[in-house]
């Protein structure tokens, strides 16, 4: 599965499934995926939300998410590399680096 995919389909579809799942974890997260098939995304699950767009946060986010598109991949499919990526510098987190363990609940309401 491809960022492109996930972020502008599964997500949103799963937030207007599950928008009180989507809300306990009740934070603003941007992701940037670099790289093709890539992009910017602000994914609002706050009690505001749930939201998923295209862009920035505008200084919103609680936890910002930078990490290439090939490495994104890899983690979507074993969400126990994200240790190893972060310690290699591959998976970059700004703001609360906790949010970034709450991640694998969005992803699963995505699946």
């Not at 995304?41 to 910002?64: F, I, Y």
Request: proline share 5%.
């Amino acid at each position: 599965m491809d960022a492109q995919t996930l972020f502008n389909t599964q997500i949103p579809t799963a937030l207007e499934k599950n928008p009180d799942k989507a809300k306990e974890i009740n934070a603003v997260y941007q992701f940037n995926i670099e790289g093709e098939g890539g992009g910017k995304w602000t994914v609002d699950l706050t009690a505001s939300g749930p939201s998923c767009k295209v862009g920035e946060s505008g200084g919103k986010a609680n936890c910002t998410i930078t990490i290439s598109h090939d490495d994104f991949k890899s983690l979507l499919g074993n969400p126990q590399l994200g240790m190893q990526l972060y310690f290699q510098g591959r998976l970059k987190v700004a703001g609360d680096p906790m949010l970034a363990t709450k991640l694998q609940k969005l992803f699963t309401l995505a699946a």
